[in-house]
């Protein structure tokens, strides 16, 4: 019988890097900011993972990704990372995915599911029948020449307040359900919390599935 593969997954995002690997209860949260390059993040992950033992890495990356590696450089973190070699800093092998894309991988239980990310921005991915579509949304037209991201992401809810920014919540997702016809949307993010109640046909993700997502990526539970 095989062994099954141990893996480190790391959940990026512009305020903490969340850092789980197979057989471990809690993750590990390292702070980031807007001067946190791909080497320091490499430098801290190694510290606080130290005697953790993996053979493969999984990144859930906060931006596009483009055939397994990052596109642009995240607004809210440092430089550097376009271009990073991860596999060779890891010595290990490394898929990158969007995090929201991860974020749907595990939030997936089969049909058409469409996920939506309420956190800085809009992330967005689709999964059809097992098979994982990551999109940008965010940065298209929504109203008045604005952008999705501009009326539900989280400079949306600070300008607008919790009660505005809600029927935008509630208004896109029907947009977006009649577009893209899913059986079901999944609502993660931080900001979901802020909802008092789920669009129809809608219910909450939980930021903890982006390590099952990291985990589904070598796992093959679903294709991209």
């Not at 062994?3 to 790391?10: D, N, T």
Request: glycine share 14%.
């Amino acid at each position: 019988m095989r062994e099954r593969r141990r893996i480190l997954v790391l959940d990026i995002g512009g305020t903490h890097v969340k850092v789980l690997a197979s057989g471990r209860r809690r993750p590990v949260l390292i702070a980031s900011g807007p001067k946190m390059t791909p080497k320091e993040m490499l430098r801290e992950v190694r510290r606080r993972t130290k005697g953790w033992q993996y053979s493969v890495v999984s990144i859930g990356y906060p931006g596009p990704v483009v055939h397994g590696h990052p596109a642009n450089d995240p607004p809210n973190l440092g430089r550097g990372w376009v271009g990073f070699d991860f596999a060779r800093a890891f010595h290990r092998p490394v898929k990158i995915l969007n995090d929201a894309a991860m974020q749907a991988l595990g939030s997936y239980q089969g049909g058409r599911m469409l996920f939506l990310g309420l956190g800085t921005g809009l992330g967005s991915a689709m999964i059809v029948d097992g098979h994982l579509e990551p999109f940008e949304i965010a940065h298209l037209p929504y109203r008045k020449g604005r952008s999705y991201e501009y009326y539900v992401g989280e400079r949306g809810l600070e300008r607008l307040g919790k009660k505005k920014w809600r029927r935008y919540v509630d208004d896109v997702v029907e947009r977006l359900t009649a577009a893209l016809e899913p059986d079901y949307v999944v609502l993660g993010g931080g900001n979901v919390r802020k909802l008092k109640q789920l669009p129809p046909r809608s219910r909450l993700g939980d930021n903890r599935n982006a390590f099952l997502g990291g985990y589904r990526l070598w796992e093959g539970s679903t294709t991209s």
